[in-house]
């Protein structure tokens, strides 16, 4: 059994920062990809950053210069930094990771819980 748990959500004013994290645990052979995704009210869930297991990584233009993806490998955990954040920030986000689970040949999307986060004045 593999779970993804989130945690560092909450209420920021326009401009302010926010660290986002999410931590694999159980049955897990090896973790390929991790990323965080979020879906605003009314809208589609869309990839906001991506990070493979070599460290490679990938934004949504929308956060470009503003947020930072990082993994610990051995932890297990993939973090997500907001910094400038804006109001159209605003969205419940999405742990997402590729998973080997143990006795399996292949991995397979988990996905946490989601933890929201509100930017308003």
């Known amino acids: 059994q593999v779970q993804l748990v989130e945690s560092g959500g909450g209420l920021v004013q326009p401009g302010g920062s926010l660290r986002l994290s999410c931590a694999a645990s159980?049955?897990?052979?090896?973790?390929?990809?991790m990323g965080w995704y979020r879906q605003a009210p009314g809208k589609e869930r869309e990839l906001v950053a991506r990070?493979?297991?070599?460290?490679?990584?990938n934004y949504a233009d929308t956060v470009k210069g503003r947020f930072t993806i990082s993994r610990d490998n051995a932890k297990n955990t993939v973090y997500l930094q907001m910094n400038s954040l804006k109001p159209e920030d605003t969205a419940v986000y999405y742990c997402?990771?590729?998973?080997?689970?143990?006795?399996?040949?292949?991995?397979?999307?988990?996905w946490g819980q989601g933890t929201q986060v509100t930017v308003s004045s």
């Open positions: 997402n990771a590729v998973i080997v689970p143990i006795g399996r040949f292949y991995g397979n999307d988990y």
């Open positions: 159980g049955s897990i052979f090896s973790i390929n990809a």
């Open positions: 990070v493979t297991i070599g460290g490679t990584t």
